[in-house]
């Protein structure tokens, strides 16, 4: 479904991500642990196309994501070309980043109208749906502002998946959040998991929550995959002693 | 809660009562004769600020819009439209257009030089005042937005411009009132606004202390009318209550 084929970024003189190769099979939930810096949130850019990479090709659905097939080689796409495969993609930000100027309701809405077309009623009732499904029914009419921060998550989420993606993102979506409201939020994502077909890739904190939704947890240290493994055997018996130690310092924290 | 206690009531009131408090001046003072030519005064000070407003709320936008995002000719176009009326006084870009324009075969009407020289003038500034706005709306709402697949034009009409909109209505206020003071400049290209009307009076009558207290308390009048509008606005486009984080 996606694979990272010997991606780099490069800020100046500084390598993100380096020729990093992952890849990850149709509805996986991958789980993106590891140290500040790492380059996790970087990994999630590349795929939702915010950042560009220097090196590498990203293949998503069989495709190349920001490049196109130009006789035997591959050019920089086009923004057709993105468009297109953006809309396989979806992304919750740690910040939710909801459009503070639009109701919950709206702020789900706003894609269906203005990028699918959907006819204003048609959106409201998709928008609606989302809504209810991420438990928020009664909060449609509400700004962000006076939302709380779960409920704003929830918001977002729901945005994101008014698309209908067959990727989604989550970049440390309850870092942010008070542990109580960070669990309605991860309760929305199981259920998400559970009850549609989504290839998921989190970069998370919360190694409980990986390691028992998680199919593949990759423990990320300067721009490369470390370790991975699957999400049990990958707690359990953590093998490199880096992972070790940022385990063991990730469970004294918490 | 008394109605007359809300802030913006106040300034209502505040204004209603310059303009009372500069009539009755007039009147005790035997300068009622006089009250018909400043109104026609206050008419063309008006008109202009009403004009020169409407010419800068457009060109602002445009100017801030092509030096943000504009390509390398239309960039520098933008700043130096911005760089130019922004360095160069009012009254002399007023002359310029009066005075030099006809040189060149252009000759416009004073009413048209006035709102085209102010609103241009005020323009000026007010692009760097939406361009700092629409940079001030955080990164996050752009990166949203992208992630939904909206275009940039359509990120910007539909995310930035409304929130970036919110955060520059304090700066209109401060320019609106500049234009308002800047029209006081109009009377050197032959235009009859309450300045020139009052130094007409004044001429007439000698009676200086009163005619400048009066044409002072219009202006000051003038003034609080604007800020209330632009309360009034700012109540309006603000949305929820605090912003949420990173938001
Ligand atoms: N726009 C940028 N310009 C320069 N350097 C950047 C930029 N964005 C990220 N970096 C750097 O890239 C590296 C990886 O960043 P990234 O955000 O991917 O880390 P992370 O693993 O998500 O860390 P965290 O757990 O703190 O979120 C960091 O060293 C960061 O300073
Ligand atoms: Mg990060």
Same mark, same amino acid.
């Given at each position: 479904m996606v694979h990272f084929d010997h991606v780099t970024k490069r800020y100046g003189s500084l390598t993100v991500l380096d020729g990093l190769d992952l890849r990850i099979a149709p509805n996986e939930k991958v789980a993106i642990i590891g140290p /500040?810096? /790492?380059?996790k949130t970087t990994v999630l850019r590349a795929l939702m196309t915010l950042d560009r990479i220097d090196d590498g090709v990203i293949w998503v659905d069989g495709e190349p994501l920001t490049h196109m097939r130009r006789g035997d080689g591959l050019v920089r796409a086009d923004g057709k070309h993105l468009r297109r495969m953006r809309s396989k993609i979806g992304m919750v930000f740690q910040h939710f980043?909801?459009?503070?100027?639009?109701t919950a309701l709206k702020n789900c809405m706003e894609a269906l109208v203005r990028v699918l077309g959907l006819p204003v009623e048609e959106a409201r009732q998709r928008a609606g749906e989302l809504l209810a499904m991420v438990g928020l029914a009664d909060k449609q009419d509400e700004y962000p502002a006076r939302l709380s921060g779960g409920q704003q998550q929830r918001v977002a989420i729901a945005r994101a998946l008014a698309l209908r993606p067959k990727i989604m993102l989550f970049d440390e979506?309850? /870092?942010?959040?008070?542990p109580e409201l960070c669990a309605e939020v991860l309760g929305v994502i199981r259920e998400l998991g559970r009850a549609h077909q989504l290839t998921m890739l989190m970069v998370t904190h919360q190694m409980g929550f990986a390691r028992e939704f998680a199919d593949r947890v990759c423990f990320f240290d300067s721009g490369r995959i470390a370790e991975q493994g699957p999400a049990r055997e990958f707690f359990d018996a953590p093998r490199g002693e880096r992972t070790q130690r940022f385990l063991r310092a990730v469970m004294d924290a918490g | 809660m008394n109605a007359l206690s809300h802030p913006h009531w106040r300034l209502l009131v505040a204004a209603l009562a310059c303009f009372a408090a500069a009539f009755a001046l007039a009147s005790a003072t035997g300068l009622a004769r006089s009250v018909p030519e400043l109104l026609r005064g206050i008419g063309v000070t008006a008109t202009v600020m009403f004009g020169g407003s409407a010419v800068a709320i457009v060109v602002a936008p445009v100017a801030a819009l092509c030096k943000l995002y504009g390509g390398s000719a239309i960039r520098w176009l933008a700043i130096g439209y911005i760089e130019t009326f922004r360095g160069t006084s009012a009254l002399v870009q007023l002359f310029w257009l009066f005075f030099v324009l006809p040189h060149f075969g252009i000759t416009l009407e004073p009413l048209t030089v006035a709102i085209a020289a102010l609103g241009l003038n005020i323009g000026a500034y007010g692009a760097e005042v939406v361009r700092g706005a629409v940079l001030a709306v955080p990164r996050g709402q752009w990166e949203a937005a992208s992630a939904l697949n909206m275009t940039q034009s359509q990120t910007l009409r539909r995310v930035v411009l409304p929130q970036a909109w919110v955060l520059m209505i304090p700066a209109w206020g401060n320019l609106l009132i500049e234009l308002l003071k800047a029209t006081s400049l109009v009377s050197l290209i032959t235009l009859a606004d309450l300045t020139f009307k009052a130094q007409q009076i004044n001429q007439n009558t000698l009676q200086t202390v009163e005619v400048f207290s009066i044409v002072l308390l219009v202006y000051l009048g003038l003034s609080l009318l604007i800020t209330l509008g632009m309360r009034q606005l700012e109540r309006r486009a603000s949305f929820g209550l605090a912003r949420g984080p990173g938001t």
């Open positions: /500040s810096g /790492s380059g980043n909801l459009f503070p100027h639009m979506v309850t /870092s942010a959040l008070d | -």
